[in-house]
């Protein structure tokens, strides 16, 4: 399973104003704490790793170049380098996106046992999985990726996908009652087939 621990807002803002002020380290460290969440959030959405990899470069360097210009971020550099990483996909596609199927495997939890019958059935809830998140928007994905994926906040997400908070809460909504509905469907085909 894909698992970031991003740290806490006041240790964000602190590397972020020291990285404004041209420190190497802090950027080192910006660029070591983000590429992983950055990377697996545009993998989600590209099926080649080495294009997903360009894209999450692509923000950093970005990030770089925009640290001492106006339109830096001077706050919610998480919301910031998400934002950039959404806009550097949406450039590449031109139109939104589905979650890659691929992708999916990575971002469901990892098997606790060796055991084969576990291994089942996990494939056979991946596979549920799957089947279910593609079949949901690709608003409705991307606001449980970034909501319960990468773990942000309304505001972050709804900065990130240019909404207002109250929207990202309905969609939100919409998105976890589709899924449930989902979920609920293909358990049902898998149990009768």
Same mark, same amino acid.
Do not use: C
């Given at each position: 399973?894909?698992l ?10 602190r ?9 190497r380290?802090?950027?080192?460290? /910006?660029?070591d ?7 697996n ?5 590209v ?6 990899e360009?894209l999450a470069?692509?923000?950093f /360097? ?21 934002k950039?990483?959404?806009?550097? /996909? ?21 098997p ?5 019958e576990? @291994? ?5 809830q /991946? ?20 909501r319960f994926?990468q773990?942000?906040?309304l505001?972050?997400?709804?900065d ?9 809460k309905?969609? @939100? ?9 989902l ?11």
């Amino acid at each position: 399973m894909i698992l970031i621990v991003l740290p806490d807002i006041t240790i964000e803002d602190r590397l972020l104003a020291q990285a404004r002020q041209g420190d190497r380290e802090a950027l080192m460290r /910006i660029y070591d704490t983000y590429f992983p969440p950055i990377y697996n959030f545009i993998r989600l959405r590209v099926d080649d790793t080495l294009l997903a990899e360009d894209l999450a470069s692509d923000v950093f /360097i970005k990030l770089v170049e925009t640290l001492r210009g106006r339109n830096a971020p001077h706050h919610s550099l998480r919301g910031w380098l998400f934002k950039v990483a959404r806009n550097r /996909i949406h450039d590449h596609y031109r139109a939104n996106k589905n979650i890659t199927s691929e992708a999916i495997e990575e971002w469901l939890p990892s098997p606790t046992s060796d055991e084969p019958e576990e @291994q089942f059935i996990r494939t056979v809830q /991946i596979e549920q999985a799957r089947t279910a998140l593609l079949n949901l928007s690709a608003d409705q994905q991307e606001v449980l990726v970034l909501r319960f994926g990468q773990g942000l906040g309304l505001q972050e997400t709804a900065d990130i996908m240019d909404r207002n908070v109250s929207a990202i809460k309905s969609l @939100q909504f919409r998105a976890v009652n589709a899924l449930r509905q989902l979920l609920g469907e293909t358990s049902q085909e898998f149990g009768n087939g």
